[in-house]
């Protein structure tokens, strides 16, 4: 769907990007993330053909985003952090404007714009000025626009920036639901807001690649292992003694004891998932389960290992 080639952009003397390579398949959430100044936004631009490359390419379903710019472009739909919207017009005569630099039938418009302001929640604010719309409702005639023309892949820069948790959520379940039908990269600085949609993750630093991988994955590789804490109502020795005999259970540590409840971290297999035989163990027993949970890295502790080890290498 997406492929990018040994990217490299100057600004000047300083190197922005540096030989940045990575592909993006069909269907794909993919969070692109970045400390500021990384590359990230230039990247992010180059993909978009708003910016031209110093070398290497970029190529959206087959075609160079340089020597063939409005095939590939036709493939993009783009929200910039600062939605591009038109402040005086209604939300209706914004994307009617936008059907028409994207070349959308006057048939065609009609039921498309009817289907994105339904996926979008924007119907009942059609005939608003985009002025007095709040901040997230500007976010989603934003999302609006980059779907006119109905592009597969649709790449979305801090698309939740300065809304309330709330308008976070409904925006959330939005990429999630545009995720059925297009390829999404999406960049963001609220890192559990990746974890929960993107199904890989993409971490530049410096202008190169730090790392690549799935959520899962990246953390099971910097943790070396996988953990689980697990606190239960029950003896310790006999739950520990069970629970070791679960395939994949390496090692079974108590943590913390009082009176008849007992907290252990369970060392695992990263490539065996063993919760389901813990539940059912715990259960078969009549130990109650107090809480359960994995103790893998977050996202969040992946991009600060991956950015901080980075910058102590080349510092």
């Given amino acids: 769907m997406i492929e ?15 030989g940045i390579s990575f592909t993006v398949n069909q269907g794909e959430v993919l969070g692109f993330l970045g400390p500021n100044g990384a590359g990230k936004s230039t990247t992010m631009n180059i993909i978009t053909g708003y910016l031209s490359a110093t070398s290497g390419s ?15 472009k036709k493939s993009i739909g ?11 017009m209604t939300v209706l005569e914004y994307l009617n404007f936008i059907c028409d630099t994207k070349g959308v039938s006057r048939k065609e418009r009609i039921r498309q714009l009817a289907e994105i302001m339904r996926l979008v929640k924007i119907a009942h604010v059609s005939d608003r000025i985009i002025h007095n719309l ?27 920036v300065g809304l309330d948790p709330k308008q976070i959520i409904e925006i959330r379940n939005l990429i999630k639901t545009l995720s059925k039908k297009h390829t999404v990269i999406l960049s963001s600085h609220i890192l559990p807001e990746v ?12 202008g190169k690649i730090a790392a690549i991988d799935s959520p899962t994955a990246l953390s099971h590789r910097l943790s070396g292992t996988s953990k689980l804490l697990l606190a ?23 943590t913390h ?17 063993v919760r389901k035989s813990v539940f059912f163990t715990m259960a078969n027993h009549s130990w109650p389960i107090l809480e359960f949970r994995s103790l893998d890295p977050s996202l969040e502790d992946i991009f600060l290992s991956v950015t901080n080890s980075k910058i102590d290498r080349e510092g």
Avoid: W
């Avoid at 990018?4 to 540096?18: D, F, H, P, R, S």
């Avoid at 997230?136 to 023309?149: E, F, K, L, S, T």
């Avoid at 004891?257 to 998932?273: F, R």
């Fill in 4 to 18: 990018i080639t040994n990217l490299v952009k100057y600004y000047g003397e300083k190197k922005a990007v540096n």
């Fill in 58 to 72: 970029v190529k959206i379903n087959g075609h160079d985003i340089l020597e063939e710019p409005e095939l590939a």
């Fill in 78 to 88: 783009y929200l910039p952090e600062l939605p591009p919207l038109y402040l005086d």
């Fill in 134 to 160: 709040s901040k997230g409702y500007r976010q989603r005639v934003g999302i609006a626009q980059a779907m006119i023309g109905n592009p597969e892949v649709l790449v979305l820069d801090e698309p939740t």
């Fill in 195 to 206: 974890q929960a949609v993107c199904d890989r993750v993409v971490i530049i630093n410096q």
């Fill in 232 to 254: 239960f109502v029950g003896p310790f020795r006999e739950a520990q003694s069970n629970l070791r005999a679960i395939p994949g259970v390496k090692n079974v540590t108590l």
């Fill in 257 to 273: 004891e009082k009176d008849d409840a007992c907290q252990v971290e369970i060392q695992v297999d990263p490539n065996m998932d």
